[in-house]
């Protein structure tokens, strides 16, 4: 955390390693974990050391840099070819975050498309994965600006409900629904966020709340729960929620609980929105069941700390992410415009190619 503006960065490159936040060890410890080799970071990104789309994008550019630092020939056809290796080991992290595979894409395209020596193209991929991770931070801000744009008119004081975390931790900073959440919060137009925890990980009682508590943003923290009471009770405004994939059609993949959200938001006649860069957009599903879906350990569910909290004998399914159809979504928030999720295809204007 940068002390001097509270502004919270995952990822850093620092002595020519990368420090990640260790986000498992949040809000009691802020620690940080230094990474430098690229097995280091492709387990960092397995056990959740650093999470959330963007970030563990951003964690993967620099993941494919470290391996990249660690092969020893000389020749280029034979770096590439274990390059490609490199990518495959940070490919079988995590399934679902499509920021995942488009940076270690745009990686491998780096260095295919460099000439020169293997040094110059290392130093490229150096520069590439700096690039990505600045220039996530900048998509984040302009999400953040567009956001505003949605806002209900009215001259009360606006309560977001956010899930999971879709904060600084899970971007290069700022985030992309906290991002609108802190843009709102900045223009003095917000009463709260109400924050779901986030069974079973927690993501939003640990990491949301931590982030809004370090800024002084005023947060309620309910359990998942209760969200449906709480729309019905007339507390929640507005609902703005992050992605982990979104379908050419606008179905998007996010934390497990985004989908019933989204269906009690709709059933109270509140806007849902999707805040999320362009990278997050997988044009290459034409709809959200082509999502691939992370299934995690069980032990997520069954344990909590040390403590086993179900009997012996009953079984356990624990998808991470679950998918929301895009008719069920107002808008979808990007950095280049507010889109209607069956008009993504005219987001591509600025889109990496
Ligand atoms: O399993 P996680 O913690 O990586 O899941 C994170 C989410 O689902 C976020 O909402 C999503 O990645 C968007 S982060 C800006």
């Known amino acids: 955390m940068n002390s001097s503006t509270n502004q919270v960065y995952p990822v850093i490159w620092h002595n020519?390693?990368?420090?990640?936040?260790d986000q498992t060890r949040l809000p009691n410890e802020y620690a940080f974990v230094e990474i430098h080799r690229c097995s280091d970071m492709a387990q960092a990104i397995k056990t959740m050391i650093v999470r959330g789309a963007p970030a563990i994008?951003?964690?993967a550019a620099y993941g494919m840099y470290l391996g990249a630092r660690e092969i020893e020939t000389s020749d280029r056809n034979q770096f590439l070819n274990q390059l490609d290796k490199v990518a495959q080991l940070l490919?079988?992290?995590?399934?679902?975050?499509?920021?995942?595979?488009?940076?270690?894409?745009r990686m491998l395209k780096t260095?295919?498309?460099t000439f020169g020596t293997v040094e110059d193209i290392k130093q490229t991929l150096l520069n590439t994965a700096r690039s990505i991770n600045a220039e996530?931070?900048?998509?984040?801000?302009?999400?953040?600006?567009?956001?505003?744009?949605?806002?209900p008119q009215t001259p009360e004081k606006l309560t977001i409900l956010t899930h999971c975390n879709a904060g600084a931790l899970?971007?290069?900073?700022?985030?992309?629904?906290?991002?609108?959440?802190?843009?709102?919060?900045?223009?003095?137009?917000?009463?709260?966020?109400?924050?779901?925890?986030?069974?079973?990980?927690?993501?939003?009682a640990k990491l949301t709340a931590w982030e809004c508590v370090q800024e002084g943003i005023p947060v309620t923290l309910i359990t998942d729960s209760m969200a449906a009471h709480c729309m019905k009770e007339g507390l929640i405004d507005i609902v703005v929620v992050g992605a982990d994939r979104i379908a050419a059609n606008g179905d998007t993949a996010n934390k497990i609980g985004t989908y019933s959200l989204a269906l009690v938001a709709k059933a109270h006649n509140i806007p849902f929105?999707?805040?999320?860069?362009?990278?997050?957009?997988?044009?290459?599903?034409?709809?959200?069941?082509?999502?691939?879906?992370?299934?995690?350990?069980?032990?997520?569910?069954?344990?909590?700390?040390d403590t086993i909290i179900t009997p012996t004998g009953a079984e356990?399914?624990?998808?991470?992410?679950d998918v929301t159809p895009a008719q069920l979504i107002t808008g979808i928030i990007t950095e280049n415009g507010v889109f209607a999720p069956g008009e993504l295809t005219k987001s591509r204007i600025k889109q990496f190619a």
């Open 316 to 321: 356990f399914y624990n998808p991470a992410f």
């Open 136 to 151: 996530d931070l900048q998509t984040c801000y302009a999400i953040g600006d567009n956001g505003l744009k949605v806002l």
């Open 16 to 21: 020519n390693s990368v420090s990640l936040i």
């Open 273 to 305: 929105y999707v805040a999320a860069p362009l990278s997050t957009v997988d044009f290459s599903l034409s709809h959200g069941n082509e999502i691939p879906i992370e299934e995690r350990n069980p032990e997520e569910i069954y344990q909590i700390g």
């Open 170 to 204: 899970a971007t290069a900073g700022y985030g992309t629904a906290l991002g609108v959440v802190r843009s709102v919060f900045r223009e003095g137009r917000l009463a709260r966020v109400f924050a779901d925890e986030t069974r079973p990980r927690l993501q939003g």
């Open 91 to 105: 490919r079988t992290t995590r399934p679902t975050a499509v920021n995942l595979f488009w940076a270690i894409s």
């Open 111 to 113: 260095a295919y498309e």
């Open 57 to 59: 994008g951003v964690a």
